[in-house]
């Protein structure tokens, strides 16, 4: 008689175990010594995380798959640099100018968010139920919109469910669980849209990146297709391209006037994205320095913006591009000594700064704080310049950092996001950070600020609170040991894989171009050159 010993441990990682309740992997799991050795494995908890959370595949990691199942659930969002359009999603008025510490978007909280990703002026988030929230604004302030300083939720169809997000610099797109891509240009309902492509009706989309002014996306057994921006903004239809020789490749990244991909094989290529026709015209770049043949398996892909980063999670090596630094096929990489051998699985750049995810929830800055708007989360400049830290600079309008350092978080962070002048990170937060009480008053520079609901008496230049944690809704969740636990509280976040909220019905009607609308250039998130909206620079907003 057959027992479930006599079960090959693959099949079991494969076709069993990711479709028993927790409680149940808890149970078997103390069975025998084989069996908690079996259920401890990364590649189940891979597996429950993605079929549970909606987690965006994160192909760089290895490890840590088992506590980010047991935190996802209660994980915080937490945003920090510029206030400039609300694009921080703190609610507070821009004349307080800058978070220069990761601060909590206390508005999401109990939503299960799963990724966040940064545009040029502002943030969206998507959740374990696939919905999308967004704040700050999409475009350039007053091309069309205003902004939203408090999170909003877009509002897709009810059957809907995203299961990716990406964003350009003045536009969003996402990708549904039925292979369907949406864009939009702001938070108005009027200006979400499905995009179709004809030829590919029945081709299955793989991934998406939105870059600058363009947009691309990974088809099945097709290839790479781009379309711009201008050419779908009142059509329901893409005037697509597709990159020749294209199918075996596994990643991508669109930035500005150019798109990075790499193979099955191990190769890195670049291409130029200005136009149709010069991407038909122009071959496609080998970068042989950034290739990666001997160990095509373990190697990814990440990056947006002017910057894009190689990374060999069999080798630990990093390897840094940006546009201007990868044109011919011998372009050197940057290879940072403190990113190498740090397990770093994905990173984000803003106009000048750039973040690094580590797998072991580690958080890196480097760059520049541009009119010390706080992007590198490393605290105020007098307490940075106290520390001492290795490859700080002090420059006229802020701080440089020139080597990656850590930032100070409240757990482990999973996701980073970083665009213009502002940044952002998933946590998963530690078991023993303790709540700090909202509403306590707090002496920041001589200026006393009333916290919570006590309102700001007079803003002060910098905020640096730090990170404010409050009890919130819990469910009965994984233990350290593998056990079940039960937590204190009622019900589960609605984020959670309890909950089913479908949503209200959409129907969507034609754009309407309103006054003073622009076309986006090829500049800066924060209107650097060739950007559109006469947006030269962000002043303070003191």
């Given at each position: 008689m057959a027992t479930i010993e006599s079960v090959a441990s693959d099949v079991l990682l494969d076709q069993i175990l990711p479709l028993l309740e927790n409680a149940d992997i808890a149970s078997l799991s103390q069975t025998s010594r084989?069996?908690?050795?079996?259920?401890?494995?990364?590649?189940?908890?891979?597996?429950?995380?993605?079929?549970?959370?909606?987690?965006?595949?994160?192909?760089?990691?290895?490890?840590?798959?088992?506590?980010?199942?047991r935190g996802l659930a209660t994980a915080r969002t937490f945003t920090w640099g510029s206030t400039g359009n609300g694009r921080l999603g703190h609610s507070w008025p821009s004349r307080v100018g800058a978070v220069s510490s990761p601060k909590e978007v206390r508005e999401v909280r109990g939503e299960c968010i799963v990724d966040l990703v940064a545009g040029g002026f502002g943030f969206h988030a998507l959740?374990?139920?696939?919905?999308?929230?967004?704040?700050?604004?999409?475009?350039?302030?007053?091309?069309?919109?205003?902004?939203?300083?408090?999170?909003?939720?877009?509002?897709?169809?009810?059957?809907?469910?995203?299961?990716?997000?990406?964003?350009?610099?003045?536009?969003?797109?996402?990708?549904?669980?039925?292979?369907?891509?949406?864009?939009?240009?702001?938070?108005?309902?009027?200006?979400?849209?499905?995009?179709?492509?004809?030829?590919?009706?029945?081709?299955?989309?793989?991934?998406?990146?939105?870059?600058?002014?363009?947009s691309a996306a990974l088809v099945r057994k097709h290839g790479i297709v781009v379309w711009w921006e201008d050419d779908t903004m009142y059509d329901l239809r893409a005037d697509y391209v597709t990159v020749p020789d294209t199918e075996?490749?596994?990643?991508?990244?669109?930035?500005?006037?150019?798109?990075?991909?790499?193979?099955?094989?191990?190769?890195?290529c670049r291409i130029s994205t200005h136009s149709e026709s010069d991407l038909l015209s122009t071959p496609p770049v080998h970068l042989e320095r950034f290739s990666q043949p001997q160990a095509a398996g373990s190697a990814h892909l990440s990056g947006n913006f002017n910057n894009f980063g190689v990374f060999n999670t069999a080798t630990g090596a990093v390897l840094l591009g940006s546009k201007d630094t990868s044109a011919t096929p011998d372009s050197e990489p940057l290879i940072p000594p403190e990113l190498q051998n740090r397990g770093v699985i994905s990173v984000a750049w803003g106009d000048y700064h750039a973040l690094a995810c580590c797998e072991d929830g580690t958080l890196l800055s480097w760059g520049k704080e541009s009119q010390s708007c706080g992007c590198l989360g490393l605290g105020p400049h007098l307490e940075v310049r106290e520390k001492s830290l290795d490859g700080y600079q002090q420059e006229a309008?802020?701080?440089?950092?020139?080597?990656?350092?850590?930032?100070d978080m409240p757990g482990k962070v999973?996701?980073?996001?970083?665009?213009?002048?502002?940044?952002?990170?998933?946590?998963?937060?530690?078991?023993?950070?303790?709540?700090?009480?909202?509403?306590?008053?707090?002496?920041?520079?001589?200026?006393?600020?009333?916290?919570?609901?006590?309102?700001?008496?007079?803003?002060?230049?910098v905020w640096n609170s730090g990170p404010i944690m409050m009890p919130g809704p819990v469910i009965t969740q994984l233990g350290e040991g593998g056990e079940?636990?039960?937590?204190?509280?009622?019900?589960?976040?609605?984020?959670?894989?309890?909950?089913?909220?479908?949503?209200?019905?959409?129907?969507?009607?034609?754009?309407?171009?309103?006054?003073?609308?622009?076309?986006?250039?090829q500049g800066g998130s924060e209107g650097g050159e060739g950007s559109s909206g006469g947006v030269a620079a962000e002043p303070d907003n003191t």
């Open positions: 084989a069996f908690y050795t079996l259920t401890d494995e990364e590649i189940l908890w891979r597996r429950k995380v993605q079929a549970d959370f909606n987690l965006p595949p994160q192909p760089a990691r290895q490890s840590g798959w088992k506590v980010l199942y959740t374990s139920k696939g919905k999308v929230y967004g704040w700050g604004t999409v475009g350039p302030f007053g091309v069309h919109e205003r902004p939203e300083a408090r999170p909003k939720r877009v509002n897709f169809p009810g059957y809907v469910k995203i299961r990716a997000i990406s964003a350009g610099r003045s536009h969003m797109i996402a990708l549904d669980d039925a292979s369907k891509l949406w864009e939009w240009h702001s938070f108005k309902d009027i200006d979400l849209g499905t995009i179709g492509f004809p030829g590919l009706e029945e081709n299955e989309f793989l991934s998406i990146s939105a870059g600058w002014g363009f075996d490749v596994v990643a991508m990244s669109a930035g500005a006037g150019f798109l990075v991909y790499l193979t099955a094989s191990g190769d890195v309008d802020g701080i440089k950092m020139t080597k990656a350092t850590k930032v999973f996701a980073v996001a970083a665009g213009g002048w502002h940044s952002g990170a998933l946590c998963v937060m530690d078991d023993d950070h303790e709540s700090e009480n909202e509403d306590q008053p707090k002496i920041l520079g001589g200026t006393v600020h009333a916290g919570g609901r006590g309102g700001i008496v007079r803003p002060p230049p079940m636990q039960p937590v204190a509280g009622g019900a589960a976040p609605e984020g959670h894989p309890s909950h089913h909220n479908l949503g209200p019905l959409f129907l969507r009607r034609g754009r309407v171009p309103g006054d003073g609308f622009a076309l986006d250039g």
